[in-house]
């Protein structure tokens, strides 16, 4: 495999598979307004979750399945959390996350289980197509995991119960007002996040051959800056378009990546490169503003 | 539409910096081996190992810049660029990948699996107990080989013994996400409970909570003992000021902490681990056998260090016998 092509395969299945975090970073942070920062707690869960039941010899399929519905109760922990107590949204999830630190540790009982001779998903699917479970064949698994969780994400805000998630982070009082429970919509959108992110966790965990506790640190930095790069570059408007933009922005930021650490840029300086590819990302959209001489100063603007 | 624009500028800006960097690091003279190094984060017992691996290739024949590449990689702890590492090296074809700790291991292990490139490890602590290698000796299925940096609680315990006598029991402060760490606790238990000695716990998660949990000590344990815990060891100075204040003997396990004021141990130097690790790398190189028959090797240089200021603040006095064995004493 030459150069670019082993750079552009490896980036295209880590922006698909880390996609789902970024989609989950989405749901909470831009969609429901909802600073949630479970995601750092709930990615290295899923792992967990889908390798102990691995390792004890359980289908990987409903391993899967079992980290997406663990995801999906962090998720709904952090919810009551805010809704019920009326704790801050933003410690909310910090508590989360750190309670769940301690939970992975008693479900994996150890902090580190590989899984390098476990039967995974992607060694079912390498079988099934009689293919070597190489990088190709993770890109094609993930590719119908994405197409299919997408679907099914696009249409569920496109229903009644969606379009009332979506208008809960625009205008919560609004919603409130025409009668739809806010504090439900909250709950629903912060455990689907976390449970697509639990999903990615567990994807991970069986490509790479093992699962971290450390596994979480920084994915929700990953994931915002994901965010804000695919709504940098595409600018999409409809939210079918927008989360096609978080998976394209996901890819993006890990080329990048991908690129930095092909430059031998010293490995130190990584974190840095990431801090500068969020900040330019973020600023784009104002300096193309100001060079047009669209730029309206938020104080005029009606 | 200006949108568009702004999408090719920044398309080709990635294909420039793509097809440039293979002309930069493809050049070199022929008969040239390529090594990858993939280290976990930046810390002094793993850089350390890394530089012995240079030195001990370099002893070899095998001189990074002559005819050696060396392609070293960081992941800073971001377990998602673990993977990402590990891929790389494999589709770059290196001849070897060299990992410093447990994770970037199994990541190589797994994104090498079905190819030829042989993985090796360094300073893991117990590599056939995590399920890395099936055994110590033979592991014919298994592309992967390395050097352990496994330590002898039960000789630590020993010594211990021998300069604080009738303890009773021994404190362990560890971070329970380190699976070094845990497997060492559970070795300390087994020792300790040879000799009728209790062991009492206390965990960590950050190096700034050691202070605390060596304070939760106090008063409860007549020794404290610290394992090869990355987490511990980085905050060492908060535990040795707790220890020398309520005046409780400290005992790390390793020689530079020994310096930085603990007691005693029986240790080693990661450079000599790196150093062990690199000769096996060379060996490789040289065609004189596989990771699949090359067996996992432990630590060959283990030595004695003692800190005779340290264990006098801790009010304790090392006897003359122990200092007469020791091949490191510090004074200061």
Request: glycine share 10%; net charge negative; with cysteine.
């Amino acid at each position: 495999m030459d150069f670019f092509t082993s750079l552009m395969s490896t980036s295209v299945y880590e922006g698909l598979v880390y996609g789902f975090v970024a989609i989950g970073v989405y749901f909470t942070f831009r969609v429901l307004s909802f600073p949630d920062l479970t995601v750092d707690g709930s990615f290295p869960l899923g792992g967990a979750v889908a390798a102990i039941l691995i390792i004890n010899g359980a289908n990987p399929w409903l391993a899967t399945l079992a980290a997406l519905a663990a995801g999906v109760c962090a998720g709904l922990g952090t919810a009551l959390l805010n809704t019920k107590l009326r704790i801050n949204a933003l410690l909310a999830g910090i508590l989360m996350m750190v309670a769940l630190y301690s939970i992975n540790l008693m479900i994996m009982g150890r902090s580190n289980i590989p899984l390098l001779r476990e039967v995974t998903i992607f060694d079912h699917v390498a079988q099934a197509l009689g293919m070597r479970a190489d990088i190709n064949l993770s890109i094609i698994v993930m590719v119908v995991f994405s197409a299919v969780t997408l679907f099914v994400l696009n249409w569920f805000l496109h229903s009644e119960i969606g379009l009332a998630l979506r208008a809960t982070g625009d205008n919560e009082q609004m919603v409130r007002g025409l009668g739809t429970d806010t504090n439900m919509t909250t709950i629903l959108g912060v455990s689907i996040s976390n449970g697509l992110v639990a999903l990615s966790g567990a994807l991970v965990a069986q490509n790479q051959g093992f699962t971290d506790v450390g596994m979480g640190i920084g994915m929700i930095v990953m994931g915002l800056a994901s965010v804000i790069i695919g709504e940098g570059i595409f600018r999409p408007r409809k939210i079918t378009t927008i989360l096609l933009a978080v998976v394209g922005g996901t890819f993006a930021y890990r080329l990048f990546i991908g690129i930095a650490l092909r430059l031998g840029l010293p490995p130190t300086n990584l974190k840095l490169i990431t801090a500068v590819l969020v900040i330019v990302a973020l600023a784009i959209p104002y300096i193309r503003k100001k060079i047009r001489h669209e730029w309206v100063p938020p104080a005029v603007r009606m | 539409m200006k949108r568009k624009g702004l999408i090719k500028i920044l398309v080709c800006i990635c294909l420039v910096l793509a097809l440039a960097t293979p002309f930069t690091i493809g050049c070199g003279p022929a008969m040239t081996y390529e090594i990858g190094i993939s280290q976990l984060l930046t810390h002094p017992a793993l850089d350390a190992t890394r530089e012995g691996i240079i030195d001990g290739l370099a002893e070899k024949g095998y001189v990074e810049g002559d005819n050696l590449e060396i392609d070293y990689q960081n992941s800073e702890l971001d377990m998602s660029l673990v993977a990402t590492i590990a891929q790389q090296f494999v589709s770059d074809k290196v001849d070897v990948i060299v990992c410093i700790a447990t994770p970037n291991s199994l990541a190589a292990a797994s994104a090498a699996e079905g190819t030829e490139i042989p993985v090796v490890f360094s300073a893991i602590t117990n590599p056939v107990g995590e399920g890395m290698v099936s055994g110590w000796d033979s592991h014919p299925d298994q592309n992967i080989t390395g050097v352990s940096d496994m330590i002898s609680v039960a000789d630590d315990v020993d010594l211990i013994v021998e300069i604080v006598p009738g303890v009773e029991t021994i404190g362990n402060i560890y971070n329970a996400g380190e699976s070094n760490s845990v497997f060492l606790a559970e070795k300390l238990i087994e020792a300790c409970d040879a000799l009728g000695i209790e062991v009492v716990e206390s965990t960590v998660s950050t190096s700034a909570d050691v202070l605390a949990a060596a304070q939760s000590l106090v008063g409860r344990v007549d020794v404290i003992w610290v394992g090869t815990d990355n987490t511990v060891v980085s905050g060492l100075e908060a535990l040795i000021g707790v220890c020398e204040d309520n005046q409780i003997p400290f005992f790390p396990s390793d020689d530079p902490s020994i310096e930085r004021g603990g007691i005693a141990c029986w240790g080693f130097d990661y450079y000599d681990i790196g150093y062990q690790t690199g000769e096996m790398v060379a060996r490789m190189l040289d065609g004189d056998g596989t990771a699949y028959d090359i067996p996992v090797e432990k630590g060959k240089i283990i030595f004695l260090s003692v800190n005779v200021a340290a264990a006098e603040k801790m009010g304790v006095t090392i006897p003359q016998s122990i200092i007469d064995q020791a091949e490191k004493v510090y004074e200061e």
